[in-house]
């Protein structure tokens, strides 16, 4: 009876194993098309009692999980978002850039331009030859603001995602806190709590492709999650991302790190740190990537063409003059004090011309030899080396108020009844900062935009600073993840500077091992960040200082924020009184040859084309680019360097596509192999199915033949 009773609870024993067996195979079939789902296995153990087997037992169904595999799987998940990420806005950008083909982007309209202008050599003063090149200059113009916009929006767009990734982020950490104290219970309870386990893995999966992680197993079954470079994201305690996208972006717009905010037992919330610097990949690094770095370095490269292209412009128009002149010249403000040294080499001469267009008065300024003349006669000493000195010098010998200096603009007035028209001399040409009087002012600009073309002052390190004893400005040194890692306070109050080597020794001194900072002949104020500080920039959000009554601020003046060089492909366009009239174009060059200085020739004719070869002579200029982005310091041609702005702006989507099908192309690799470890195959769950049926089957016979010899027994009893 009692070997009887032992093989009856082994069958019985193996009734109830396989059926837990069935039931996880039915289970899997069942899902075969569930994503994320798993496939459960079974095992068998031996069942002893007394250390003898009594039968089999079914161990509680595990999912067929390979760690490594999956969390590789997660990993290149990370890669291919990135690149994802990056690809949509690249594609968005280079839909909307246009074709080179088409020839109607920015290196195409460039083109036009120098077409349009070589055409006005054969009639210079043909009404619809200077429009149409007033028009190619205004379409440059403007496609290289709509360029300048449309990379800002990207920006702005790819902010506003970053704020929205963070939202499902933070709603995925809380899945997984709200499922790991299920979970922990579960397991201590003896439950089965793969279901449970499997949406957890869910979520870490989701959260995989907006930042990279790292998972590790806490206490009772628990997970807890880092990224990639160690910032935990979930522990014991929730942790809760904290960010708020940027209304309006401007080109000097600093974002704010994205905050970590731990919350407490009791409800309250601490920041604990940042989360930028510690992720390396996935859709949020991707925009980042895109928001912080590459587009910002696309525009840098955008600004330093277009300041080219209106420097070297604005160089040619400022020699010439429209037929007839003006009464009335005014320059930009420039920064200049009266009192400040002129610092000009050479010669320029100022003429004054009347109705007719003969010369009425000249006077021409010999910086070199500090003298002043007029209409040839004797030279006049100017009487010392300040603006103020040229000032009084140029209009004692005009008998009027020619020249005056107004909160850094100069502006110069003809005489009543006369035009006024400036011109290099030919032998030693007026140079401050490596341009001509007029041009140095911005007399007679073609091109204008919303920053500078160009931050070479002219200001010798000897200078004093003109900032007097008020004002400060804080500047900082930003990393390519927003970190601010060193920022300095220049105060003029307590500087002691008076110069602007004292204002470059301050710098240096406040930047020691970050950055240094060098003013060069030009009177350019350039800070170079440490050598191993790759994609770091400096802001200058907070400035209070001006110089003298200009209301230009040191940060300004010298354009040491990366947003002053951003600025300038913003605002870019042809001075408006040109556009509404094309005889503005300044063309003709004032006439100083024997019969024009004697009045029996005109001094400006509207035949005179020198402007315009002039204008042609600046397509085959060798100009040396500044590093500006990804495109380091070159000497091209303005048209050259225009195609490696373009091939750059291409090479970049061109990188993001290949990098995104190549992550995408390993990450379909990986998820099979996966796929083929944990998923379920129907053939196998078949064939297991009709191996546990004939076990089950096996089972129930002798479960009833023992039955049998059972009733058996009891019958001879009987």
Do not use: C, W
Not at 41 to 53: A, H, Q
Not at 463 to 491: C, V, W, Y
Not at 571 to 597: F, K, P, Y
Request: aromatic share 6%; hydrophobic share 40%; proline share 2%.
């Amino acid at each position: 009876m009692v070997s009887l009773d032992s093989v009856l609870r082994t069958g019985v024993s193996g009734l109830q194993a396989n059926q837990v067996a069935l039931n996880t195979t039915s289970n899997n079939i069942a899902n075969v098309n569930t994503e994320g789902f798993v496939k459960r296995n079974v095992g068998f153990e031996s069942k002893v009692l007394g250390g003898n087997p009594v039968g089999v037992i079914a161990s509680p169904a595990t999912r067929a999980i390979n760690r490594f595999l999956v969390n590789e799987e997660r990993t290149i998940i990370s890669q291919e978002k990135r690149f994802e990420s990056m690809k949509v806005i690249h594609e968005q950008f280079q839909s909307l850039l246009g074709s080179p083909t088409d020839n109607l982007t920015f290196t195409g309209q460039l083109d036009r331009s120098f077409r349009e202008l070589t055409g006005l050599a054969v009639d210079p003063s043909g009404s619809v030859p200077r429009v149409s090149a007033v028009n190619k200059l205004k379409d440059f113009s403007d496609e290289i603001n709509r360029i300048s916009k449309l990379l800002q929006d990207l920006r702005g767009d790819a902010d506003v995602r970053i704020e929205q990734a963070l939202a499902k982020i933070n709603s995925e950490i809380k899945v997984v806190s709200q499922l790991n104290p299920k979970i922990v219970k579960g397991l201590s309870l003896g439950e089965d709590t793969t279901t449970l386990v499997e949406q957890r893995d869910i979520s870490i999966k989701k959260l995989s492709e907006f930042v990279d992680i790292s998972t590790f197993e806490m206490d009772g079954g628990a997970i807890g999650i880092t990224t990639g470079r160690g910032q935990v994201l979930l522990d014991h305690l929730d942790r809760q991302l904290d960010y708020s996208s940027v209304g309006t972006i401007t080109s000097s717009t600093e974002f704010e790190q994205i905050k970590i905010q731990k919350i407490n037992t009791d409800g309250t919330t601490a920041q604990v740190d940042v989360l930028d610097p510690f992720i390396v990949s996935g859709s949020v690094f991707g925009l980042l990537d895109m928001r912080d770095v590459q587009i910002p370095n696309m525009m840098l490269s955008l600004g330093e063409l277009s300041s080219k292209v209106i420097d070297n412009f604005n160089s040619v128009h400022n020699n010439s003059s429209p037929v007839p002149p003006p009464a009335l010249l005014s320059g930009r403000n420039v920064g200049i004090l009266s009192s400040d040294n002129h610092n000009f080499t050479g010669s320029v001469t100022i003429g004054n011309v009347n109705a007719n267009n003969i010369l009425v008065d000249r006077v021409s300024i010999d910086f070199t030899n500090g003298t002043v003349s007029k209409n040839g006669g004797g030279s006049v000493a100017i009487g010392g080396n300040t603006m103020n000195h040229v000032i009084s010098a140029v209009n004692t010998q005009f008998g009027a108020t020619a020249l005056s200096l107004v909160s850094g603009k100069l502006s110069l007035q003809a005489a009543t009844g006369t035009g006024v028209a400036i011109v290099q001399d030919t032998d030693s040409p007026s140079s401050r900062a490596g341009r001509g009087f007029a041009d140095y002012f911005g007399l007679n600009d073609l091109l204008e935009s919303n920053s500078p073309s160009h931050f070479e002052t002219g200001f010798l390190a000897s200078d004093a600073h003109g900032f007097g004893t008020t004002g400060s400005m804080t500047l900082e040194l930003i990393g390519p993840r927003g970190q601010n890692i060193k920022s300095f306070n220049f105060d003029f109050a307590t500087a002691g500077a008076t110069t602007y080597d004292d204002i470059v020794n301050s710098l240096n001194t406040g930047f020691t091992g970050f950055a240094t900072f060098s003013l060069d002949s030009n009177g350019k104020l350039t800070g170079t960040p440490a050598a191993n500080l790759i994609n770091y920039h400096f802001s200058a959000n907070t400035d209070t200082t001006s110089r003298g009554g200009t209301n230009k601020s040191l940060s300004e003046l010298f354009g040491l924020a990366r947003g002053s060089k951003i600025d300038q492909a913003f605002g870019v366009s042809v001075r408006s009184d040109i556009i509404e009239n094309s005889n503005n174009l300044s063309l003709a060059q004032l006439d100083l040859s024997a019969s024009a200085l004697a009045g029996t020739s005109p001094a400006l004719t509207v035949g005179d084309n020198r402007g315009v070869t002039a204008f042609q002579n600046i397509s085959e200029l060798q100009i040396t680019f500044n590093d500006a982005g990804d495109i380091t310091t070159t000497t091209k041609t303005l048209q050259e360097y225009a195609a490696m702005v373009l091939s750059d702006l291409s090479i970049k989507a061109e990188e993001a596509e290949s990098r995104y099908e190549d992550s995408s192309a390993l990450k379909a690799e990986l998820s099979a192999r996966v796929k083929n470890d944990s998923g379920v195959n129907i053939d196998e769950e078949l064939a297991n199915m009709i191996l546990f049926q004939n076990a089950f089957n096996a089972s129930a016979r002798l479960v009833a033949t023992t039955r049998e010899m059972f009733e058996e027994l009891l019958s001879i009893a009987r």
